[in-house]
């Protein structure tokens, strides 16, 4: 058997797993609970039948249906891998289904409205832990994942107060088992922290992209042509998933709106010494901001996601 990327299970760590919602993120759940035996059976629910036939095609979970209570029927784990903006009506579907004791957990890259719209929906007895999963690529649907997606990658978990410790240690052991690094945090500090990291960026190279489309003196063949100068890595991102990326900004208003504050209030110095020929102040911040850079370097972050696809 080919080596794995981390290290196969002897034994499952739980019974049957289910997955609602066979995106990106659920295929790659999919894909490495399989190649790492991590559960006894994989039920994978999507409410696009032909993605449900996709599934069963690529072999990646032993049931594949559109009923995502029937997929969540007796799973000791269910994760939620739909847009944020659809996890509160996906755990109503699935409450009645859910058995005492099982953990609900999903992969939404905001949390605060997360625990707010589900946690009133999960039933007694069903222990509710939130987690983020901090990896993903611009590309969507069941042939974009990949089972290696979350290796070296952070998971942010934000367990409720008084959530079961077991639980809680058996989620963050099912993360480890994929290769992820595990943080607890709580989901007000996650939402401040991802603002800034991922949410600002994707909205500044959606503007960006979107400015540079609609120039009347620069041609959109010419915008392609010299895009290595810097504009093809916002390209990249901009790509990223419409559906998902509405329901960030649309859950994460007042995290993204104060870190949009603070980087409108800091574009104005910028723009400020550009005006005024300050060589000096534009000097201070580029060399302030490249220790940035080799923090993530140094962290051994700085690698695109698919680049793990050609180990
Ligand atoms: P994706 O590839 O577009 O998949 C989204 C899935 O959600 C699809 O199965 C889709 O069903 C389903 N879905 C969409 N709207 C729904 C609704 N109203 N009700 C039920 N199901 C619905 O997206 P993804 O990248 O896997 O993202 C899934 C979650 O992961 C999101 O919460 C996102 O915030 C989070 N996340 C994403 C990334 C990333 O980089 N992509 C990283 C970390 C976390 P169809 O098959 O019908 O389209």
Redesign the pocket.
Known sequence: MAESFAPVRAEPLIGRLAII??????SSLARAARELNLAGEIAAA???EA?TQRVRALGLADLATTSAAEAAKGAGLVIL????G?CA??TAAIAGALAPGAILSD???VKGAVVDQVGPLVPGGVHFIPA??V???EH??PD?GFASLFLSRWCILTPPEGADAGAVALLRAYWEAMGAIVEVMTPAHHDLVLAITSHLPHLIAYNIVGTANDLEKVTQSEVIKFSAGGFRDFTRIAA??P??WRD?FLHNKDAVLEMLGRFSEDLAILTRAIRFGDGETLHRHFTRTRAIRRGIVSLGQDKPETEKLKR
């Open positions: 919602g066979m995106g990106l993120i659920g999507d409410r696009d993605v891998c739909v847009p944020v659809a009506a996906v992969v939404g890259s983020h999963p990896a993903g690529t969507s649907g974009a990223s998933d559906t998902m960030v």
